[in-house]
Each structure stands twice: as structure tokens, then as C-alpha cells.
């Protein structure tokens, strides 16, 4: 799964600069039941926001889409977690920070996101306006669930491979049986060696000299 930068960023600005022009906002909380959820509802600057909270999975993703009706504009925030205040934080590459007709974005969850998530409808207009939300959370896809499994198999037959060349060595390391030598027996001491006679000359003819 690619690696995707997620900046957050803080509700503060938003909230403070509706209040000061309408002290008197205030928040609508839903809660996404179904999957997959719509809803319609209107929403004018003095609701301060309409929050869908929901809950998603590490590996789901999250599409949803919000659609203004009679000409006006909404803007639409993925935020982290539930019950948002102004000290919460949304995801800026995952939302509409203007006003417009329409918007729709998908969310991939990851393992540090959490599983709590809010979808926050904000309209800079003055009079209400007609919206409808839908939101869609996914599973894991068939191809990842697929990819993690080759994974956890490939990491079974490498430590099996490795168990057996360790197992290899250690039979090829061990001490081999001592070699028995055949039993020595008495050396008999040799035999004395004759001393060499002196060379012998011939007999002398007879009637000669000896």
C-alpha cells in the first residue's frame, strides 16, 4: 500500500470566524448507521456544522460526497475522531476548505488514523441551505487481504528454509566418533647380526712357496 502524506490541520479558524459573525452557532451530531448512508438535511451559518460521525477499519476506505441544492454551497471536512470541537483536527488533503456545490473525496484508513471519524458540513451562507450527504465505507480489498496472505506464506517457508540449513550446520559441526586403533603388540628383538670372517685365500698349488 502506497504511503500517502495526510496533513491535519485545526478547526480553530474555522469555528472562531463563525461564531464571531454568529455568536449564536451551534453544532448538529449524526451518527452514520448504515452503510451505505444518505442523508439530507439544511444547514445555514448559525448551525455552526452538521458532524456524521462514523467508524472504519484500518485498511477500509471512506468515500463520501456532499451535494448543495437551490444554487448554494457547503464545505465539507474529514476530521479525526468523534464528539469535534474547535480543538480538533481534519485532514486538509482529504477535504474542501470552500465553499462549493459539490464534493466528493475517498479516504484510505491506515493504523495510525484510529477507526473514529467525523464528516463535518459547514455552509458560509446565511440562509439555509438543502444538502444531501452519502457516505460509503469499504473493506479491505480482496487483492490486499490476497497480497497478505502470499506475504505470511512467504515468511513461513523462509524461516522454514532457514530452520533447516541451521539444523544442517549444527549436524555438520558435530564432534565425529573417536577412531579405535588396533592393539600393539610386543616388538621381538631382532636376531644379533654374525660378525664377517676374514676373507680366506686360495689354497697354494703343490710344491710351491706358501
Known sequence: ML?????????????LGILVAVPSAAATTYTVGANPYTATN???VTDLWDSYELTA???SHVTYSVTASGGGCVMALFAKGHSVTAASSYYVLYSQESCVSSYSNTFP???????????????????????????????????????VGALVILAAVVIAGVAVLLLRRRKAAKVPPPVYAPPAYPSQPMPPVPPAEPPQQPPSPPGSWP
Do not use: E, K
Request: aromatic share 4%; hydrophobic share 55%.
Open 42 to 44: 439544511a444547514i445555514s
Open 109 to 147: 484508513v491506515a493504523s495510525s488514523d484510529g477507526t473514529d471519524f467525523s464528516v463535518l458540513v459547514i455552509t458560509t451562507s446565511l440562509t439555509a441551505v438543502d444538502y444531501t450527504l452519502t457516505v460509503n465505507v469499504q473493506g479491505p480489498a480482496v487483492l490486499d487481504l490476497a497480497l
Open 57 to 59: 477499519a484500518a485498511g
Open 3 to 15: 504511503l500517502r502524506t495526510r496533513a491535519l490541520a485545526g478547526l480553530c479558524l474555522i469555528a
